[in-house]
């Protein structure tokens, strides 16, 4: 009888179960989150880098060390997804700067082409 799966040491079944799938769990917490800040104006993204903060702070200090497995996996998702969240409201703010400085350059264009017609 040769399994082709092996358990690795120290996990638990719940741990396993989240670690074959954090990946897509921490996108979809970091999206939500995202689309949150993005859509609700009174959502900062201070609560969020708070969060994040928190979340690495949790993750460095007691997640990677504890022995249960589904403790690690949660702390790692946690962490990861606010870090994630932190990326995209701060990708927000330079988009949205972005666009206001490119809308401010276009005027500016506009009245220098208005003021400079001779007609």
Same mark, same amino acid.
């Given at each position: 009888?040769?399994?082709?799966? +092996?358990?690795?040491?120290?996990?638990? =079944?719940?741990?396993?179960?989240?670690?074959?799938? =954090?990946?897509?769990? !921490?996108?979809?917490? +970091?999206?939500?989150?995202?689309?949150?800040?993005?859509?609700?104006?009174?959502?900062?993204?201070?609560?969020?880098?708070?969060? $994040?903060? $928190?979340?690495? +702070?949790? #993750?460095? #200090?007691?997640?990677?060390?504890?022995?249960?497995?589904? #403790?690690?996996? !949660?702390?790692?998702?946690?962490?990861?997804?606010?870090?994630?969240?932190?990326?995209?409201?701060?990708?927000? !703010?330079?988009?949205?700067?972005? +666009?206001?400085?490119?809308?401010?350059?276009?005027?500016?264009?506009?009245?220098?082409?208005?003021?400079?017609?001779?007609?």
């Amino acid at each position: 009888m040769d399994s082709s799966h +092996a358990i690795e040491h120290g996990t638990s =079944r719940s741990g396993r179960w989240l670690r074959a799938r =954090r990946n897509r769990i !921490v996108l979809w917490i +970091a999206a939500i989150e995202a689309i949150a800040v993005a859509v609700f104006h009174s959502v900062s993204w201070i609560p969020v880098a708070i969060l $994040a903060v $928190a979340g690495v +702070a949790i #993750y460095w #200090y007691s997640g990677r060390s504890n022995r249960s497995d589904t #403790y690690h996996q !949660v702390t790692w998702i946690f962490a990861v997804s606010q870090l994630l969240a932190v990326l995209a409201a701060i990708f927000a !703010v330079i988009v949205f700067w972005t +666009a206001i400085i490119f809308v401010i350059i276009f005027a500016l264009v506009a009245l220098f082409f208005v003021f400079t017609d001779h007609r």
